[in-house]
């Protein structure tokens, strides 16, 4: 099963809105959106939910002050500082804590623990959904703020889309990846047929690609890139062009500035569902280039 991964050097480029635009012109795709920390894609979509799922990973240390005697191994061993002291408040005994920020979850104080009176559960750190749009199934997640393993939560996203594209029979799963090149960008990246990376004619956008593109390249995924607002620095547009042949990556096409970007925001539609346009011809031209690209068929209806 093919996976097309739309991602970004930064955020702010038009990644998630492009997405949403091809969303509407691929047919019997499974949709799925790997930017857990930030997800923006249903604002556009809609997505009615049919199945609701907790994700659970990582673990915190939880010390049961009944059975603490005080004796300090654990805060001993805990590099993050992230045990201290405190007083028990049935008999006044001195005993130990965990700070629950400064936590990381090592487990070598619930191992080295002489009197064995540290919990060590597991954590809900956020939820997964499969949803029904009016474009097609959507795999989605929302993390706890402030939660990690979003690597792990983006993973299981990639798997319930890859589950739910071989049961319908889907011609492939696009993907709405999280912008930069950390954690969340890799596990998003990783095993993908192609990546096409949304940039912008700026300094930090031409940086950012040039990142996200070195990304691409470590974990051998095929890249395509796209200039999105290139009319506003058409010089810098032409030399992020010619810095990706360069560096092995395929322009397949620009998109001019239009405030009826915003505008289709506010109204929670695709920028291609605001009726036919320069924009229209743009998205279009840059999806059916990235299909060509990818071995899919670029004839296919839209």
Known sequence: MKELVVMSGKGGTGKTSLT????????????????VDAADLHLILQPAVRQKEKFYSGNLAVIRSDACTGCGRCHELCRFAAIAPATRATDGRSIFTVDDIACEGCGVCVWNCPEKAIDF???????????????????????????????????LVREQARKL??????????????????????????????????????????????????????????????INKWDLHPELAAQIEADARAAGATPVGRIRYNKIFTDAQRQGRAIIEMGPGEWTDDITAVWHQWLALAGLNSSMPS
């Open 121 to 155: 559960p597991e954590q809900l750190c956020g939820e997964w959904f499969i949803s029904d749009t009016r474009h097609g199934p959507l795999v989605h997640a929302r993390l706890t703020p402030g939660a990690e393993n979003s690597g792990k939560l983006v993973a």
């Open 165 to 226: 594209a071989q049961k319908q029979n889907s011609a492939a799963i696009l993907v709405d990846g999280p912008p930069g090149t950390g954690c969340p960008a890799i596990a998003a990246l990783t095993g993908a047929h192609s990546v096409l990376i949304v940039t912008e004619p700026t300094v930090s956008g031409a940086h950012d690609f040039a990142r996200a593109l070195k990304l691409a390249q470590h974990f051998n995924v095929a890249a395509a890139v796209c």
């Open 20 to 35: 949403a635009s091809f969303a509407v012109l691929a047919k019997n795709f499974v949709l799925a959106d790997t930017d």
